[in-house]
């Protein structure tokens, strides 16, 4: 499979000469292609996906393209990539105008991200109450949160609301790793379940 995602990517720099300097990297388990350090399409198994974007996306469903499905940690995820078929190849016309429409789509993309501050809510698990939660006890942005941790953040977060629990405290070390709370590596959680059982309070017998 190696070979032919290779010999795909040779045909690419060939024929999308307009995108030149082509580069490929390692990405989800096969070469993203970059054109000016922006990544516009995935070569994954010897076939080429496309970047979708908000403004090409319902090109490609009208088209009837495939999604390439990632496995993440053993569970399927349906990326925005859309598989170039044989037709599609064939299509020269086609073809040029959607990767042309999925890098400057990828540019964008980055441009607003770039120029987009990312907010507490934006992260992994957490909703708009939580970050309103957060603001409360004065961590106010991504920077703060992760400055704090997530064990001193649901500290303060217990303190000022004292029903929250474990669930809370797993999805803080989400947020900050970049996962979601039921995927988070054992190894983390399973520290985390120890340190919260240690400062649970004790339950004080009513006899």
Not at 6 to 11: D, F, L, P
Not at 13 to 27: G, H, N, V
Not at 76 to 87: F, H, T
Not at 102 to 127: F, M
């Amino acid at each position: 499979m190696k070979h032919l995602s290779e010999k795909v990517i040779a045909r690419i720099k060939t024929d999308f000469t307009f995108l030149e300097p082509i580069t490929s990297r390692s990405q989800f388990g096969g070469y993203g292609l970059l054109s000016n350090n922006v990544m516009f399409a995935l070569v994954s198994e010897g076939e080429l996906y496309l970047r979708a974007n908000d403004n090409v996306e319902h090109l490609f469903i009208e088209r009837k393209m495939p999604n390439l499905v990632y496995a993440k940690r053993g569970i399927p995820v349906l990326l925005r990539y859309y598989w170039v078929d044989p037709a599609l190849w064939m299509d020269n016309e086609t073809l040029i105008n959607f990767v042309q429409l999925a890098y400057q789509g990828a540019v964008t993309e980055a441009l607003n991200k770039k120029h987009k501050a990312i907010r507490l809510k934006d992260l992994p698990n957490l909703s708009i109450g939580i970050e309103r939660l957060l603001w409360r006890v004065g961590i106010r942005n991504v920077s703060e949160l992760r400055l704090k941790g997530a064990k001193s953040s649901y500290l303060q977060l217990r303190a000022l609301k004292s029903s929250l629990g474990i669930n809370m405290l797993l999805a803080l070390a989400g947020a900050i790793n970049g996962y979601h709370h039921a995927v988070l590596p054992k190894i983390l959680r399973h520290e985390l379940l120890e340190w919260f059982e240690g400062i649970k309070e004790p339950i004080v017998s009513t006899h």
